[in-house]
């Protein structure tokens, strides 16, 4: 299960054209704001990344509107574990637990979640904050992270299993937000 105290949500390369044009990408960017708010209001720590933004453009601003205070770190690997930066970032949390979201399914959210794990990180995708320009692209990513024994979860799987409970106001702000 995870737990308030442990996790910490990755989001990876939502930038530019790319996120406009992958599979579902309307659905993607409204799932990644839900995903990020009801975080932000668990008080989850997020890192963010961007796979070279010189060419590939800046997160989208859906997306980085809800990210202030926070600065992305830019990568040229595909598995941002090969980012000294990031990897500071993770360990300076002290958090075991990671959730993975962004795009693309296939590539760089394939092999960050596998080198996450491959460092001892307990690792969960959320299915329905990640996505490749093909459907089959993305089945195929997440079925190699399944391959790779990471757990597949969903963004109100995730929320309500760090709530807990329904006996707060975060519950009823949690329900507004993803309504």
Same mark, same amino acid.
């Given at each position: 299960?995870?737990?308030?105290?442990?996790?910490?949500?990755?989001?990876?390369? *939502?930038?530019? #054209?790319?996120?406009?044009?992958?599979? +579902?990408?309307?659905?993607?960017?409204?799932?990644? +704001?839900?995903?990020?708010?009801?975080?932000?209001?668990?008080?989850? /720590?997020?890192?963010?990344? $961007?796979?070279? /933004?010189?060419?590939?453009?800046?997160?989208?601003?859906?997306?980085?509107?809800?990210?202030?205070?926070?600065? /992305?770190? #830019?990568? *040229?690997?595909?598995?941002?574990?090969?980012?000294? =930066?990031?990897?500071?970032?993770?360990?300076?949390?002290?958090?075991?637990?990671?959730?993975?979201?962004?795009?693309? =399914?296939?590539?760089? *959210?394939?092999? =960050?979640?596998?080198?996450?794990?491959?460092?001892?990180?307990?690792?969960?995708?959320?299915?329905?904050?990640?996505?490749?320009?093909?459907?089959?692209?993305?089945?195929?990513?997440? $079925?190699?992270?399944?391959?790779?024994?990471?757990?597949?979860?969903?963004?109100?799987?995730?929320?309500? +299993?760090?709530?807990?409970?329904?006996?707060?106001? #975060?519950?009823?702000?949690?329900?507004?937000?993803?309504?």
């Amino acid at each position: 299960m995870l737990s308030e105290e442990q996790t910490l949500l990755v989001v990876v390369d *939502v930038q530019g #054209r790319l996120a406009r044009i992958v599979h +579902e990408s309307e659905t993607l960017i409204g799932n990644l +704001e839900k995903l990020i708010q009801g975080v932000q209001l668990l008080e989850i /720590p997020i890192i963010w990344v $961007e796979q070279y /933004p010189e060419g590939l453009g800046s997160t989208v601003e859906e997306v980085a509107q809800y990210l202030t205070g926070l600065k /992305p770190i #830019r990568k *040229v690997s595909f598995d941002a574990c090969r980012n000294e =930066t990031f990897i500071q970032a993770v360990k300076a949390t002290g958090r075991r637990q990671l959730l993975i979201a962004g795009i693309e =399914t296939h590539i760089c *959210v394939y092999q =960050t979640s596998v080198g996450l794990k491959a460092l001892g990180y307990e690792v969960q995708v959320l299915t329905d904050a990640v996505s490749s320009r093909t459907l089959a692209n993305k089945e195929i990513g997440l $079925e190699k992270m399944k391959s790779a024994g990471i757990a597949w979860t969903s963004i109100e799987t995730a929320l309500f +299993e760090l709530m807990k409970t329904a006996e707060s106001d #975060r519950f009823k702000q949690m329900i507004k937000l993803l309504k």
